[in-house]
């Protein structure tokens, strides 16, 4: 025990009794145990009042000014549970207003427990790193740990270990929290970092988390932000690659553009494993709920950070609507093309046009000779070409007449030369054109147009003479809701635009593989 000098002078008597005794006894209250929960090994926010506010009534208020503002427009199936959400993680400044739609979502589908899927930013490892040190402190209070999950977690995956240091800087699993603790009167946490990205960890952490789905109630949440310090123009591009694969969840084709640089994600590992885990479980509904760029807040559009907010569920058998049309969810898209097919359409779009503007290439019957057997098919497709990021010509058919690549080569040379708004492209203009092909689905019709999922769905509409159609990716890169969606629709077909809500109009849904 540590020595108490008290001067001599003052110890005399009973007044010298009475300090001695005064000096013994603060000792020992200052060194008593301190209570159970001072005890805890409590992770402490080390992003309040840097990446979000320090002061809980402005944190409040802010989040939730985010998630008021955040309008869904999509219905969403009260029978089939939300199996994982996708929401960004930079300084909620930056990435709150795409957050929010994410955890709107999550706010309708309680969760007993939240298993986080981060990133490691500043500890280099392999394989999942868990902390048993909790709970974890946000201004807005602390959030316990599922230590019964953690342990079971442990045991059944080889590659996930027990590593405080990798938790005690990272930021991609605490800046999810206060929006959980915004949206979830309570829940317990199981803390996830992933180390260097590779194949065998994400199918093993994925096995896992599927084989305990049976005896758990969990929700997943793949922490990540998209593209980085690219123009806005080339974000949006790269992004837009790796929402059709979340759209479609290709786990595996998307491992494969991650690593060829075709598209980035720094949750690179938890977008994988969440796309393998739904796989797992028979999800098939993926829907991007927002998509937007850190330009949004700054203006800067010349080095900017992609954000994207999804949400996965397990079956789409329920709309959430009365409707008696077939489900939306039955304009799937046909089996997925490969990388090496969509590599040889592209290459066909382009010596087609080469061939027309500088004479230097094949002709199209060469072009279009031995093609593999899924090129073959009728299919319909739309040819966008864009040149220093605008819009230079988009025409497409719409229904399955002719074999896919011949589709493709027809619609290039269409995009070019015969698009009504813009004079035909010139051999001068060659060598900035940008080319995208859309690769559309089946029409399906519907009766209710409640279905249309904005994200998935690409909006076909017709009355009378009069059509227009709109493809999916139009939606995310506009930020419109459904309705909005529609509205355009109408607006290209030379329609009023509330004709979608019209008897007589028919509506149509379908999806497309863009690239």
Not at 37 to 52: F, K, M, N, Q
Not at 390 to 395: H, N, S, V
Not at 440 to 461: E, F, I, N, W
């Amino acid at each position: 025990m540590q020595k108490i000098l008290i001067p001599r002078k003052r110890c005399r008597g009973r007044g010298a009794l009475f300090v001695i005794a005064a000096a013994v006894l603060t000792v020992l209250i200052f060194r008593a145990p301190a209570p159970a929960s001072d005890r805890e090994p409590v992770r402490r926010s080390i992003l309040a009042g840097t990446w979000y506010p320090a002061d809980p009534k402005e944190l409040r208020s802010t989040l939730n000014e985010f998630l008021e503002r955040a309008l869904l427009s999509d219905t969403f199936p009260s029978a089939a549970p939300l199996v994982g959400i996708v929401a960004p993680h930079a300084g909620i400044r930056y990435s709150g207003s795409v957050a929010a739609y994410a955890y709107k979502v999550v706010q309708k589908f309680p969760a007993e427990t939240v298993v986080i899927l981060a990133p490691s930013h500043r500890v280099p490892f392999s394989g999942v790193a868990v902390t048993r040190q909790g709970p974890f402190e946000t201004p807005l209070g602390r959030v316990p740990l599922d230590t019964e999950f953690i342990e079971a977690l442990l045991k059944a995956d080889s590659d996930v270990r027990d590593s405080p240091e990798a938790h005690a800087q990272e930021h991609a699993i605490e800046i999810q929290l206060p929006f959980l603790q915004a949206v979830l009167p309570s829940f317990r946490l199981v803390p996830l970092v992933m180390g260097n990205l590779a194949w065998d960890t994400c199918e093993k952490l994925a096995q896992a988390l599927n084989a305990l789905s049976s005896s758990h109630r969990f929700l997943v949440v793949a922490s990540t932000d998209l593209s980085h310090y690219h123009s806005e123009k080339e974000a949006r591009t790269l992004d837009e690659r790796l929402q059709g694969r979340l759209r479609r969840i290709e786990p595996g084709e998307l491992f494969e553009d991650l690593a060829s640089g075709e598209c980035e994600a720094c949750g690179a590992g938890p977008l994988v494993t969440l796309m393998l885990y739904a796989r797992k479980m028979g999800a098939q509904d993926m829907r991007i709920l927002k998509y937007g760029t850190s330009a949004d807040v700054t203006g800067d559009r010349n080095r900017v950070v992609g954000y994207v907010a999804a949400a996965l569920f397990k079956t789409s058998d329920d709309t959430g609507s009365k409707s008696n049309s077939t489900p939306a969810s039955a304009a799937s898209p046909s089996p997925a093309l490969s990388a090496e097919h969509k590599a040889r359409l592209k290459d066909i779009a382009r010596q087609t046009l080469a061939a027309k503007l500088l004479g230097t290439e094949p002709s199209p019957e060469i072009i279009l000779s031995e093609l593999p057997p899924p090129l073959q098919e009728p299919r319909g497709a739309f040819v966008t070409l864009k040149r220093h990021g605008q819009l230079r010509g988009c025409i497409g058919q719409i229904e399955a007449r002719r074999p896919l690549a011949e589709t493709v080569s027809r619609m290039a040379l269409a995009a070019a030369f015969q698009d009504p708004r813009f004079p035909p492209v010139t051999a001068d203009e060659w060598d900035d054109l940008e080319l995208e092909i859309s690769v559309l689905s089946p029409l399906m019709k519907l009766d209710d147009p409640a279905q249309v999922r904005v994200g998935t769905h690409g909006v076909y509409l017709r009355k009378g003479s009069r059509g227009g159609l709109l493809l999916p990716q139009v939606a995310v890169e506009q930020g419109w809701d459904r309705e909005t969606f529609l509205r355009q629709t109408c607006h290209k077909a030379g329609l009023p635009a509330d004709a979608w809500r019209d008897p007589e109009a028919e509506l149509f849904v379908f999806t497309a593989e863009v690239f």
